[in-house]
């Protein structure tokens, strides 16, 4: 008798723990998607990696920023 009501319960616990997770799958967010890739340039004065969207485009290629291309501009001129 002990182990038919052991099993009973064991059976009504895995029911609910089972229960519970579907509810919650059903009623979760979809994630957010993923932002688009963006290109990666190099620096062409220190070499440092970053987006296209924030390089400053110049004579001799993509820079981090308005002093190295500056720098490499006057050093190539």
Same mark, same amino acid.
């Given at each position: 008798?002990?182990?038919?009501?052991?099993? $009973? $319960?064991?059976?009504?616990?895995?029911?609910?723990?089972?229960?519970?997770?579907?509810? $919650?799958?059903?009623? %979760?967010?979809?994630?957010?998607?993923?932002?688009?890739?963006?290109? $990666?340039?190099?620096?062409? &004065?220190?070499?440092?990696?970053?987006?296209?969207?924030? %390089?400053?485009?110049?004579?001799?290629?993509?820079?981090?920023?308005?002093? &190295?291309?500056?720098?490499?501009?006057? %050093?190539?001129?």
């Amino acid at each position: 008798m002990k182990f038919l009501l052991l099993l $009973v $319960v064991i059976v009504a616990v895995l029911w609910l723990a089972g229960r519970g997770r579907r509810r $919650v799958g059903r009623g %979760a967010a979809a994630p957010p998607p993923l932002p688009a890739q963006e290109d $990666v340039v190099a620096c062409s &004065h220190c070499g440092l990696h970053l987006p296209r969207s924030e %390089a400053l485009p110049g004579r001799g290629g993509m820079f981090c920023s308005q002093d &190295h291309r500056a720098a490499f501009e006057q %050093a190539h001129s």
